[in-house]
């Protein structure tokens, strides 16, 4: 069974961080993108940040630039999403997202199969 499973969401205040992990089970995490998109309440799903397995390069939503960073670790079948300096603004569900059949990096959702759960990410003073 295709799965993948985030962890590491919480409440903080503005200022702090947090590390997100996104696990995959019946399948190795190795397709050509993978990433993090977030929904906020009332909004659309965004994309948030993006990483290229073949080489290894990173995409960033121009919101998240310079505070969030995403890595992966192949032999725990695991993606990472770094945020630090969290704004009130980042308050929102956060869910990882990979697909077998992109061959480019793609900031839209709909281009995504499989998806996991979500972990809530609340930023308030």
């Known amino acids: 069974q295709v799965q993948l499973v985030e962890s590491g969401g919480g409440s903080v205040q503005p200022g702090e961080s947090l590390r997100l992990s996104c696990t995959a089970s019946?399948?190795?995490?190795?397709?050509?993108?993978e990433g993090w998109f977030r929904q906020a309440p009332g909004k659309e799903r965004e994309g948030v940040s993006f990483?290229?397995?073949?080489?290894?390069?990173?995409y960033y939503a121009d919101s998240v630039k310079g505070r969030f960073t995403i890595s992966r670790d192949k032999a725990k079948n695991t993606v990472y999403l770094q945020m630090n300096s969290l704004e009130p603004e980042d308050t929102a569900i956060y869910y990882c997202?990979?697909?077998?059949?992109?061959?480019?990096?793609?900031?839209?959702?709909?281009?995504?199969?499989?998806w996991g759960q979500g972990t809530q990410v609340t930023v308030s003073s």
């Open positions: 997202a990979t697909s077998p059949r992109l061959r480019y990096v793609s900031f839209d959702p709909s281009d995504y199969d499989y």
């Open positions: 990483m290229a397995t073949s080489d290894g390069s990173t």
């Open positions: 019946g399948f190795t995490l190795n397709y050509y993108v």
